[in-house]
C-alpha cells in the first residue's frame, strides 16, 4: 500500500510538472518524449482501478491536488472502497501492458532461508555433539 501511494503521488507531480514545462515550452521534443515515457512507466505499475479513480478524483477533488501524498492516500482509499467487499481482493497491477520486465528485479534476498539453514545447522551440530 506505501508504495502505491509513493506511485501515484510520483505520478502526480510528474504529470503536473510535464503541464508547467510544456506551457512554457522549456522542453526539447527528446525531453519531452523521455517525461512521457516515465509517466507511461509510472502508470504501468499502479493497478487499473486504482487509475481509473485517480483521473475521476483529479477532476472532482482539486483541492487535494496541493498535496500530492495526501491526494494518493485519497484516491487508493477511494478505490478501495469502491471494491467489491465480499470476497473483495486487493487491487493487482496489470502485468501484461506489452512490457516484460525480468523476473531478477522481484526477487526476495534470502534471509529467511539462511536464517532457517543456520539454525537447522546448529541443531544438527547439537545433535552430533551429544
Not at 534470502?110 to 551440530?125: E, L, V
Request: aromatic content about 4%; overall charge positive.
Amino acid at each position: 500500500m506505501k508504495v502505491t501511494v509513493e506511485l501515484i503521488a510520483r505520478l502526480l507531480e510528474l504529470e503536473r510538472c510535464l503541464h508547467s514545462c510544456v506551457r512554457q515550452q522549456a522542453l526539447t521534443a527528446a525531453e519531452l518524449d523521455s517525461a512521457k515515457e516515465n509517466i507511461a512507466l509510472v502508470r504501468e505499475l499502479i493497478p487499473n482501478s486504482v487509475l481509473t479513480r485517480y483521473e475521476q478524483m483529479k477532476i472532482t477533488e482539486v483541492e487535494l491536488l496541493d498535496c500530492p501524498h495526501a491526494f494518493a492516500v485519497a484516491v487508493l482509499l477511494s478505490s478501495y472502497r469502491q471494491a467489491p467487499s465480499v470476497g473483495a481482493k486487493r487491487p493487482t497491477p496489470c502485468r501484461v501492458r506489452g512490457r516484460v520486465i525480468p523476473s531478477s528485479q522481484f526477487q526476495l534476498p534470502p534471509w529467511g532461508k539462511k536464517r532457517g539453514s543456520w539454525a537447522m545447522h546448529n541443531s544438527q551440530a547439537k545433535r552430533r555433539s551429544s
